[in-house]
């Protein structure tokens, strides 16, 4: 079955640092794969969603590639602050694919120290 | 707010008991999606509906979860004879179907957090 691996230890960085969060995943790779923000006691919030043909995706301050032959995506977030402080979670879309029947990472805590 | 809305936000009840959540998506949004997610854990899918139809359900849903969206709109979701283990938040979120630019992109309600004693 199909499996997603975070780095389940927390990231500190410095404020003004750049952040960047790992999302690997075994066997194949799905069409497009998606970042969530997740805050305590609160539901995730879609970041960015990135196609299989498509190698890098800008959002602001926000940057997430996707390699399907090293069957991973690298989530940045540049110039952090305080407030980028949160659980971050990668997603993908098993076969047969358009269900949103979403697989999710355990997510990474990032905390930005000011 | 045209968020999904989830009641309630918290809910503490005694083993065996019977409970029951509502998830209201965003209006025009015809996929509606259950999750369950305990601490330190993503998200896992439990079942989905289009429209009114619930199309599938996860091997986590056991015989006492049920759910249902009667006209395509809320969605309620209940667990009988709760369980310690049923301890968890409940997640809601709903997307519009389709290809393309903000299609498939799930919104997500605030969840319901369940304790059970």
């Known amino acids: 079955s199909q499996k997603i691996e975070q780095n389940s230890e927390a990231l500190n960085i410095q404020e003004g640092k750049t952040a960047t969060l790992t999302c690997n995943y075994t066997n194949y790779s799905p069409a497009y794969l998606q970042w969530y923000r997740q805050d305590p006691g609160r539901g995730p919030v879609f970041l960015l969603l990135i196609r299989e043909n498509e190698k890098e995706k800008r959002k602001e301050r926000l940057k997430v590639t996707f390699d399907t032959t090293l069957k991973q995506s690298l989530f940045h977030i540049t110039a952090s602050q305080p407030a980028d402080s949160a659980t971050y979670l990668c997603a993908l879309d098993p076969p047969p694919g358009n269900t949103g029947k979403l697989i999710f990472g355990q997510g990474t805590t990032l905390q930005v120290k000011p | 707010d045209t968020g999904v809305s989830q009641d309630p936000r918290h809910k503490i009840t005694k083993r065996g008991q019977n409970v029951t959540f509502r998830c209201d998506p965003i209006s025009e949004h015809n996929r509606l999606y259950w999750y369950r997610q305990t601490l330190g854990q993503g998200p896992e899918f439990l079942t989905y509906?289009?429209?009114?139809?619930?199309?599938?359900k996860s091997r986590l849903l056991s015989d006492r979860f049920s759910a249902e969206r009667p006209k395509g709109s809320f969605s309620t979701l209940e667990i009988q004879r709760t369980e310690q283990g049923d301890s968890a938040m409940y997640l809601c979120a709903s997307s519009l179907e389709g290809a393309g630019a903000g299609r498939g992109t799930q919104y997500f309600g605030p969840g319901t957090r369940l304790l059970v004693l």
């Open positions: 509906f289009q429209n009114e139809a619930q199309l599938e």
